[in-house]
């Protein structure tokens, strides 16, 4: 699948990010599984980096490879942030931009940013407040909640360093006085960080029994680096701490984002991209262990585009969410493509 002509090859490399490389992507295509099936993608970005620029657009033409993708939930991605004025109000310039250039809710096609989770510094602790405001002002009633990484990890070099956050943040108390701020606006958390660090999730989320939670990318797997000669270990660490998590009902999961470097499938290094059938067979594991410990209520598939545009194509990424929810009813079919993250974002 090319990308559009205003948009260049990704050159990133760094932390997390793979590069795209249209030529390779079209090596592969697939028949449409189940075309008419409703789909909003909860979880996707806007960049405009150096090398890398996917807008509003580029993901258009995504979304627009076969499946009924009807709408989308964007996540903060340090995009057009406010270039003067203090710098704890400059990330709700992505809010503004990410509303500037998607259609209004209501139009024909597909319904981009139906829910916005932008970024705000919950390291201000109460003060976060006026900026958690800004963001629901700037967002014409899109706005739906903070996404604040929290990665850590003793490998450093999993980290992005764009991103890197201090060990043991999620426990900090002035993080928590921000992290209050959005249960009191009634508004969402996603959390992005590694699987070693979900015994913290765990403990924030007891002590905010009413804020929804929204882990990102089936619980930050990693098995590179440190990890990867322990990967045994560390799948049964996960599994543990996501079963612990799923027994608190307001804790959701995002079924996605497993084409990230630190994921180590290697899906890149193939000299053909990898079909729907190789990445479902790859991904049961984690995936179904999620559908098992929170039910399909509670989980969401999300594309995760453009970072995971490195290892597969749209297309083939929802064929293989399909695969892997083959054996689903249509209720909750319903509610892993489109249901669980109307609800969870509130997007009508």
Known sequence: MALSSNEPRSTATTGNYLPVRPDWLALHREEILEPDLPIIDAHHHFYDRAGWRYLNADYVADAASGHNVRGSVYMQALTRYRAEGPDALKPVGETEFVVATTPPLGGDGVQVAMGIVGHADLRLGAAVRAVLEAHVEAGRSR??????????????????????????????????????????????YDAWLLSPQLPELLDLARAFPNLPIVINHCGGIVRIGAHARRRGEGFDA?????????????????????????????????????????????????????????????????????????????????????????????????????????RVYRLG
């Open 143 to 188: 706005f739906r909640g903070v996404r604040h990484l929290t990665t850590w990890d003793a490998d450093a070099s999993l980290v992005n360093p764009l991103t890197a956050a201090p060990r043991g943040l999620l426990l900090d108390g002035k993080y928590r006085a921000g992290v209050a701020q959005l249960d009191a606006l009634g508004l969402s």
């Open 238 to 342: 996960w599994s543990t701490s996501m079963h612990a998590l799923a027994r608190l009902p307001n804790v959701f999961v995002k079924l996605g984002g497993l084409g990230m470097r630190i994921n180590g499938f290697e899906f890149e290094a193939q000299p053909t991209p990898p079909t729907s059938i190789q990445l479902a067979r790859s991904w049961a594991p984690w995936m179904h262990t999620c559908l098992e410990a929170f039910g399909a209520e509670r989980c969401m598939f999300e594309s995760n585009f453009p970072v995971d545009k490195g290892s597969y194509s749209h297309a083939v990424c929802w064929n293989a969410f399909k695969r892997l929810a083959s054996g689903a009813t249509a209720h909750e079919k319903q509610a892993l493509f489109e249901g669980t993250a109307r």
